[in-house]
């Protein structure tokens, strides 16, 4: 029964022509960071890492490789993912309330704790397809176009050197970590939509909290730095960085297969699913007791 349930789910979300404008915006803006950089690499470079040009010798002809300018697109194009998420699991249940069938179908014999289960699974499943398609064009196709080499990474003061055979997995865990922050995402989005009645709500609302909470996490406030931030579902969802962050040895040595501060990670990890049940709970207790007249 779950199983059709969500097939059906992830057929509504797949017919919409609405879907494909993700898959679109982020094959566009991919294919142009990779002219930018394959017509004028070096000055781009030099751009993106002017605030370390004061404490490193920057050697920029050895930089650029497909790992590198996949690490500029997650850079780029993960902080405004959430937004084109929240366009579709934001339309899952005031999308049915809006089109006079969400009436229909909590009618039929079917629990409704299944059917926001059902309507989650699918929002994740779409959440996948969607860093899978980012994968293909970023990070295969970076390699066609750049080729592989080892990868350096900026972090403030600090600078990260990764050898090529060390890198891939890294690649791997981050896109998977990602998939987890915006899975989180979605939970939201759906949240939102549970209370509302028309679609445009539950997408509004959740843009903005991403944008508020990011806000609050750029400004640098003592008392948002102490209280909120820590807690703070965007900031969290930068955990996939910490895979490009390696630990050293005495002598400055890069260690291979290490994580800089794997317990951070593990920290925003556990919180972001921390995130997804509660927001789960709360959708599926106030939609059951909910009175359905749409």
């Not at 809006?98 to 059902?118: E, Q, V, W």
């Not at 896109?175 to 939509?193: Q, Y």
């Amino acid at each position: 029964m779950f199983v059709s349930l969500l097939r059906l789910e992830i057929y509504k979300i797949f017919r919409r022509p609405r879907t494909y404008i993700a898959f679109g915006a982020i094959t566009v803006i991919v294919l142009l960071i990779q002219l930018a950089l394959k017509v004028n690499g070096t000055d781009f470079i030099r751009l993106y890492t002017d605030t370390q040009t004061d404490i490193f010798e920057i050697p920029y002809e050895n930089i650029l490789n497909g790992y590198f300018v996949c690490v500029m697109v997650l850079h780029m194009i993960l902080i405004h993912v959430p937004l084109l998420v929240a366009l579709i699991a934001g339309d899952m249940i005031s999308g049915e309330a809006a089109a006079g069938t969400l009436r229909l179908i909590a009618a039929k014999p079917i629990s409704r704790t299944r059917l926001i289960l059902a309507k989650f699974a699918a929002s994740s499943l779409y959440v996948v397809a969607l860093l899978l398609w980012m994968a293909v064009f970023a990070l295969a196709g970076s390699i066609l176009i750049f080729g592989t080499g080892d990868l350096l990474v900026f972090k403030e003061t600090e600078m990260h050197l990764m050898k090529q055979t060390d890198v891939f997995w890294r690649f791997l865990a981050a896109f998977a970590f990602a998939a987890l922050a915006l899975t989180a995402i979605a939970a939201m989005a759906i949240l939102f939509s549970v209370f509302s009645e028309n679609s445009l709500g539950p997408i509004v609302t959740t843009v903005c909290v991403v944008i508020v909470f990011t806000i609050m996490q750029q400004l640098k406030v003592p008392l948002f730095e102490k209280w909120i931030n820590p807690w703070s579902l965007t900031a969290h969802m930068l955990g996939w960085k910490g895979f490009f962050y390696v630990e050293k040895n005495e002598e400055g040595v890069t260690l291979d297969g290490s994580v800089e501060n794997p317990w951070a990670v593990l920290q925003s990890a556990l919180i972001l699913t921390g995130y997804i049940v509660l927001f789960l709970m709360i959708s599926v207790y106030y939609f059951r007791k909910k009175d359905i007249l749409s």
